[in-house]
């Protein structure tokens, strides 16, 4: 019984497998708002119905997307709090790795961009969940940094949250965006010497 369940969840979850990288890549073709549920059935070859039995919606399954590109994010950031360097040195890069995946993912693909602007004004609780689990990881950043004496005695989690508001201009795809041609706006490098001199 336990084997006739597992092939009935390994098949399941290669359904929306193939549902998510069939919306995803449509999504990023087409655009989020010109595609439809019927467009996602019509390119995996099977009815609207059988979609509808993974997602309850077009909304749900770009939730779903949405969720798998901000896990990639975070495995980036995870992989970077882990490198034996500096904690300094560890927020500089990740900084530079979370403002080059803005630029390069989101920023140059005008559709990537669409659904970033779409979830984030939705205002999506797989958004809020993203934050806290980047602040918990910069904090144990900032923790460390604290005992090897590179950074002040101070509370890691406030210096966590004020360090991400502080750059939030270099992670935030709208900011990035509007900041970009603005000659008036700290560097990307600026705001990172910046943010980390106020740890010290």
Known sequence: MDETNDILDSAR??????????????????????????????????????????????????????????????????EISQLPISAADRLRRYLQAEHQLILTAMLDQDKVHEMVIVAIERDWHVIEKHIDHMHELLEEIIRQGIAAGEFAEQD?????????????????????????????????????????????
Do not use: W
């Not at 997602?55 to 995870?78: D, N, P, V, W």
């Not at 008036?184 to 010290?200: G, K, Y």
């Open 13 to 78: 979850q290669d359904n929306i497998t193939r549902i998510l990288e069939a919306a995803e890549r449509l999504f990023r073709h087409y655009g989020y708002a010109k595609t439809n549920v019927a467009d996602i059935a019509r390119d995996l070859g099977m009815s609207p119905a059988n979609i509808y039995r993974f997602f309850a919606s077009k909304t749900e399954i770009h939730q779903a997307i949405c969720g798998r590109m901000l896990a990639g994010s975070y495995q980036q950031a995870y």
């Open 156 to 200: 890691p989690a406030t210096a966590a949250r004020c360090f991400g508001a502080a750059t939030v201009n270099m992670c935030h795809p709208q900011l990035v965006a509007q900041c970009l041609s603005k000659p008036n706006r700290a560097t990307a490098e600026e705001l990172t010497e910046f943010a980390i001199q106020a740890l010290r």
